[in-house]
């Protein structure tokens, strides 16, 4: 394997990622799940170093992640909690970032609401000549990149737990089942799938999954389809991603009622049995138990990956912190 | 003194304890309680662990104390916070902690409002075979172990600070004052002081400790008794525990007033005289001045082992983390 | 220069503070500066102290300050959040403060929007014979000395980055500009800019600049006008420092609005004309745009100090935790 080198200070969409990137990251991460495995799982790689958390739309789950992944390589974590914050006082958001990189921040996690705004911050950071890296930890209805980079390494570790690689992908068959249409989770994971030469299908209900959305996606290796059932989808599929339901949607008229989405889309046991039988499931997390995945499937450990996701997740995210941060992959 | 080993993965009640176990609590918890002497107060035991604390009930002072215990020990803390959490999505409280779980915790310390959540907790923990250790951190009206034991080790360490031990308090008469009924605090305390041979007096109005509440603590070896005033518990006791009276009683009619109850129930310099000279007054904190306890025996340093029960905390809270974590008693 | 020796235990107002004891923070916040420019910037000052941060009034921005601080000292911090906490269940400000000295804390830094608040619970800590250090990080309309502090650093190191020092001062023009009556970062400001032989120019609408104001400062070294209007104020400044308007004293009837505030007082690119040509200006932040400053006049990196105080608050509060802590200036 050609010894590629990281070149990349921010990781703020996959749109451009190349396939050596990609690998990059996977053996990255695999190393990094080794060392989470021992007794001691603390690395000194970030001793020193200051990573900002700017989670300005809330997040447990990914902020604990992510503070996670800092502490294991020892890098000291400022969290930015909206709530209490200057931004009630008429700050933007840039001067709140210059204010962090003021304090010596090395990188900044960043989720927003509104889609763009790591970028900016990001653009930023260059304008005045800074080395800050900036992680979009989630934009609105754009991007969540190191969600999609952890789904990859999930799936790539479930085909060779030794040596997870993109061209485990090539040809699999993979469906993502859900609110396509406002999902960042689902459009990051395009890219990357699609890049690594997997045939995706998508399944929705029309009203959350225009046909246009194709469009973007077009150029990409592998190959893309549509369905407004779900079981063209499932059918033969290697692996399931469900993604989450916001319960907002049913204000917007844009779905019935979740016992109807359930009957329409949700994951069972009986509808498992058109896929393959190694089939795995997976899920962004938090599951809407009895919504997107019933009780039974989700809670059968030898096909569901969502736990497998949350450590993979802690994996990635320091892979990505640890390449953001100058290292090179091993 | 017997090499007596400790088994217990889980910290849920203090029902089922042995002396054995209290004793070597108290033996590991005074020898932490001297490495808080020291000017460099931390330990390396627990080093790259993680600790999460998941406090579905907000509690800055519980929170802190085992946040600081766990850092102390030179462990990782993960604190969730229930307000910008994913339960407010619709996960299940089983499904948050197998998430963390799933990011590497080694222990997990439970608050919740509702009894029961920290077995249960335990309980999927178990199922799926992980060596995670669950700390019960106040459930419900039920339990509340670490606080118990931190009130045991500052009773024991007052008689004897060389060396705390469980047959200090064989026969000394220990009152327990206020809403006994409603109160986890108490609870924890009848095992943990009976079990030690105290000789046990409950004080409240007859609404807040019903005579079927002793059923349940018949078999121990020390005895219990219930008053309807205060004078009998006070006479000639060793130890006043009092109890922190909820504002919300008044609005369910248990209580006339704050001020009845302080007239009634209050620990005043006057009644104190009724007790032994060497008494000492004890409360789980936060205190409402002027209703369980008069400012003048609160500010009272001589006699108030308030403070030293802060204290004692984080001692025993080490000394737990350290157990559950696979340490040996000293 | 005498090697004086640092005696203060408590931070808590300006009002008393001699040259040699601003010289010893101005010398060791250079000190800490450097180490900030280190790759690992971190120092095991205080390895094993425990600072806790008691922001009664919430403060993103300064609580961030003093947490990264203490962590780069490599000291613990505990962070005592006022919405879920004990405050709320009726325990009082100095029972919080003593809880958190039960738990061994070494430093208290203090915010309360009262003012005396820190100073009693530097009395209480006095009283019961402790060591613990208190730090007044804002109290009321009273003082906020380390922010008085980064500013003098910054002023100072503006003008001899190799040594910065109070002598600098002698003779400068400064002009405070805006709310002066309900500034605490203006109050503080005043005593070591007076100190040092600053001529400090105040200017602000009358409201929020009464004439008897001047009195308590009268005896200090420096000289001190007050102006009704901005431009005697500006004319010929080495510095301008701008205070936050708080949106508040509108609804207060002290202003008209903030376009005619901006009208009257705002920094401008013209108004600056006025200044000596390297003028600089500062902000404690968090800037209202277009109120205080111009945007103009903020993004313009070569006149703006205001993310070069944020990086000094760091060193500075590095210093004052240092020097409280029984270090000796270097």
């Known amino acids: 394997m050609a010894t590629t080198e990281w070149n990349r200070r921010h990781i703020l969409s996959l749109e451009d990622f190349t396939l050596a990137e990609y690998d990059i990251i996977l053996r990255t991460a695999a190393s990094f799940r080794e060392v989470l495995t021992r007794r001691t799982r603390k690395v000194p790689t970030l001793q020193g170093r200051l990573i900002t958390n700017m989670f300005f739309e809330p997040s447990t789950r990914t902020r ?45 996690v960043v989720r927003h609401k509104q889609a763009g705004v790591p970028q900016a911050i990001a653009r930023e950071m260059e304008r005045l000549g800074t080395h800050v890296g900036v992680l979009n930890a989630g934009d609105g ?43 960042r989770v689902a459009r990051s994971n395009l890219w990357s799938l699609m890049a690594s030469g997997a045939e995706v299908h998508l399944a929705a209900p029309p009203t959350l999954i225009p046909k246009q959305f ?22 033969n599929a290697d692996i399931v991603m469900t993604l989450r339901l916001q319960k907002e ?10 016992r109807e989405y359930h009957q329409g889309f949700g994951i069972t046991r009986d509808r498992l049995a058109l896929c393959q039988s190694h089939v ?11 919504v997107e995945l019933s ?19 802690l994996a990635v995210r320091m892979a990505l912190l640890y390449l953001m941060g100058g290292g090179k992959g091993p």
């Open 64 to 108: 604990s992640s992510f503070e996670l992944a800092a502490k294991r390589l020892s890098a000291d974590v400022l969290n930015f909690a909206p709530g209490t914050s200057s931004l009630t006082k008429g700050e933007t958001i840039l001067d709140t970032a210059k204010t962090y990189l003021a304090m010596g921040t090395d990188m900044m």
């Open 141 to 183: 209805l754009h991007a969540h990149p190191s969600q999609a980079l952890l789904d990859l390494f999930t799936i790539c570790q479930y085909f060779d737990p030794d040596s997870p690689r993109t061209e485990l992908l090539k040809g699999k068959k993979i469906a993502i089942v859900g609110d396509i249409v406002h999902s």
């Open 214 to 235: 194709l469009e973007a996606f077009r150029s990409n290796s592998g190959s893309l389809s549509i369905h407004w059932q779900i079981e063209p989808a499932l059918d």
């Open 249 to 258: 949607r049913m204000g917007e008229h844009l779905l019935p009622s979740l």
């Open 280 to 290: 795995r499931i997976m899920h962004p997390g938090p599951v809407n138990r009895g």
């Open 295 to 313: 009780s039974e499937v989700m809670d059968d450990e030898r096909i569901s990956l969502v736990q497998a996701q949350v450590t993979s997740g």
